[in-house]
């Protein structure tokens, strides 16, 4: 059996891209019998970025809310807040004395903001050391990372091998898993959809706020009666991310046939949402309206994610003398 880590971000609402291109196909994943997930919020992390603690929390609750509302099954697997297992942070303490400075200078979350020093604080410098205690912690055999994220699973394979080689096998090694797949969801305005692009869908909202969300996608000026190629169209292409082949089909033949207006597109995206999604939009509003309960889950997996850290956490402090 392996073990499956995925740290998730808590930088606000999944919206429709997060679910597409991560949240479901790590739920997938985590239903393989021969795979053990342990699924963690990276609350600590938001703390670089994100300083009001009411909206830090309101976002741990509505990212833990999104993944329950999709199937992911806290019976079988650990789904845990990052904050609330602090073995973490003692580990990273002694593997930040064992990193080298230029390792960390090299990262590109830090070399991203270099010529911007001002915003960067020790936290986002140290990032990557918190990233691989957040994995090594575990004994996680396998890490699913998309590409942007590779640097940083090399930078944990070589803190741990290098503990390693200092002190023998305190440490398992993780491999990165890169799909290769993965999905890149577009906005509506055609670009990657993204917080930071604000061009997002957010399935959670009010029908109405759904529906005003999805009238806002950017299309051409073609007039309504004439022919349009639906694969030019950020609507169409968000659609067929969603719809069955037949209706896939259907759209492809209301483009091509012309008297048929990007409103009409934009309506049946919106209701093909709705209906694709109603169960996980009740048991969003569910979990997020019964708080108590979201914590129930959320706590029973920080039970056991401190059991495996302390182990973890015994055979360094034994090594290092404590």
């Keep these: 059996m392996s073990r499956i880590l995925t740290g998730i971000q808590s930088s606000g609402k999944p919206h429709l891209g997060n679910l597409l291109g991560a949240i479901i196909p790590a739920i997938k994943l985590s239903q393989d019998p021969k795979n053990e997930s342990f699924f963690f919020i990276a609350d600590l992390h938001s703390l670089t970025t994100i300083k009001d603690a009411e909206v830090r929390?309101?976002?741990v609750n509505a990212v833990a809310a999104a993944w329950l509302a999709f199937g992911f099954d806290t019976d079988k697997n650990l789904f845990y807040r990052q904050s609330m297992v602090p073995q973490v942070t003692e580990l990273n303490w002694y593997m930040s004395c064992y990193t080298p400075f230029p390792m960390l200078a090299n990262a590109h979350s830090f070399k991203d903001k270099s010529d911007r020093l001002a915003d960067v604080n020790a936290g986002l410098f140290t990032y990557p050391v918190l990233m691989a205690c957040d994995i090594i912690l575990y004994d996680a055999d396998i890490v699913p990372v998309g590409k942007d994220q590779k640097q940083?699973?090399?930078m944990t394979r070589d803190i741990a091998s290098g503990f390693n080689h200092r002190?023998?096998?305190?440490?398992?090694l993780p491999e990165a898993r890169i799909d290769e797949q993965i999905m890149t969801i577009p906005g509506t305005d055609g670009q990657k959809m993204s917080k930071s692009y604000g061009n997002t869908i957010d399935i959670f909202q009010t029908d109405k706020k759904l529906r005003k969300n999805v009238m806002q996608i950017i299309?051409?000026?073609t007039p309504m009666e004439e022919p349009k190629n639906p694969d030019n169209c950020n609507v169409f292409n968000i659609y067929k991310l969603l719809a069955s082949e037949e209706q896939i089909a259907e759209m492809r033949k209301n483009y091509e046939g012309g008297n048929y207006g990007y409103g009409h597109a934009k309506q049946a995206l919106y209701e093909l949402i709705v209906e694709k999604y109603s169960k996980e939009r009740e048991l969003y509003n569910h979990y997020m309206e019964n708080i108590d309960?979201?914590?129930k889950k959320l706590e029973k997996g920080e039970e056991k994610a401190a059991e495996i850290?302390?182990?973890t956490l015994g055979r360094v402090r034994k090594v290092l003398g404590f």
């Design 152 to 154: 940083h699973l090399e």
């Design 167 to 172: 002190y023998g096998e305190v440490f398992v």
């Design 309 to 311: 850290a302390s182990k």
């Design 293 to 295: 309960e979201l914590h």
């Design 57 to 59: 929390k309101e976002n």
């Design 219 to 221: 299309t051409d000026s």
